[in-house]
C-alpha cells in the first residue's frame, strides 16, 4: 500500500533514555514533516525536510534532532526523554508543487514514565 | 494573538444536516494557505480541503466545502448532509510562506459528533 508509516505505534519508555521513531512514505513526495500533538490535542509542527534539507526548525528543544537519510524516510530521534515529551508525534508527507496537501502517518504515541 | 483559532470546541449535528465548523486566522503575510484536517476517534489525520489565499472561489471537495471571507479571516468549513462517519475532531491550518520556509499553525479542533 502507498502511504506514510510510522514506527513504533506505541513506546513506552522511562526518563532520560533515548529513542527514535521512524517514518517512511513511499508516495514520492519531497517533503516530511513532524508534529507533535499533546493530551490537549493541540498540534504543532517540529520540523519539514525538503529534499534532506531542514527548511523549518520551530523551537524545540535541541533533544530532538530529525534525520533523513533520504527522501523518503525522515526519523525523529529524542535524547534524554523528559516526561513532557509524552504526547502524540505525527509523520507527514507533501507532493511536489502541491505544499497544499499533507499526508499523515498513523502516529506514535510516546509514554515517558 | 492565537495565528489560529477554532471556538467550538464540541459541536452536534443531526444526520443528514448540514454542519459549520468555525475557524478565524491571524496574518499580515499576503500569501498563504488554509487547511482542514479530520482526526477521527482512530486517532490518524486526514486531510479534507485547502484554500489559497489567492483563490478566487471557495474550495470544494465532494460534501465538504470551505467558506472562505478573506476579509473578516475566516474559514469555515461546511459538512453537508452528515454521515455518522463524520464524528471526529476538526482541525483548522494555516500556512505561511515565509523565506526560511513554510511556517504552520494548527487550532485546538472542535469535536464534530453526528446524531442518528
Known amino acids: ?113 | 494573538a492565537q495565528k489560529i483559532t477554532q471556538t467550538q470546541p464540541g459541536m452536534f449535528v443531526q444526520e443528514k444536516e448540514a454542519v459549520t465548523l468555525d475557524c478565524t486566522y491571524d496574518t499580515s503575510d499576503p500569501s498563504y494557505g488554509l487547511f482542514w484536517y479530520k482526526q477521527p476517534s482512530s486517532g490518524e489525520m486526514i486531510f479534507l480541503i485547502y484554500q489559497g489565499s489567492y483563490d478566487q472561489q471557495n474550495a470544494t471537495e465532494g460534501r465538504y466545502s470551505l467558506n472562505f471571507q478573506k476579509a473578516r479571516k475566516s474559514a469555515n468549513l461546511v459538512i453537508s448532509a452528515s454521515q455518522l462517519g463524520d464524528s471526529a475532531m476538526y482541525f483548522c491550518a494555516m500556512r505561511e510562506n515565509r523565506d526560511t520556509g513554510n511556517q504552520f499553525y494548527f487550532g485546538t479542533g472542535t469535536s464534530l459528533t453526528v446524531i442518528p
Open chain 1, 1 to 113: 500500500d502507498t502511504a506514510v508509516s510510522q514506527t513504533p505505534k506505541y513506546l513506552v519508555t522511562q526518563m532520560g533514555n533515548d529513542k527514535s521513531i521512524k517514518c517512511e512514505q513511499n508516495l514520492g513526495h519531497d517533503t516530511m514533516y513532524w508534529y507533535k500533538q499533546d493530551s490537549k490535542k493541540f498540534l504543532k509542527i517540529m520540523f519539514s525536510y525538503n529534499n534532506k534539507e531542514l527548511i523549518i526548525n520551530e523551537t524545540v528543544p535541541n533533544r530532538f534532532s530529525p534525520k533523513s537519510p533520504d527522501k523518503a524516510h525522515l526519523n525523529l530521534h529524542i535524547n534524554s526523554l523528559e516526561l513532557g515529551d509524552s504526547a502524540v508525534y505525527f509523520c507527514a508527507s507533501s507532493p511536489p508543487a502541491r505544499k497544499n496537501e499533507q499526508y499523515f502517518g498513523p502516529g506514535t504515541r510516546l509514554t515517558v514514565t
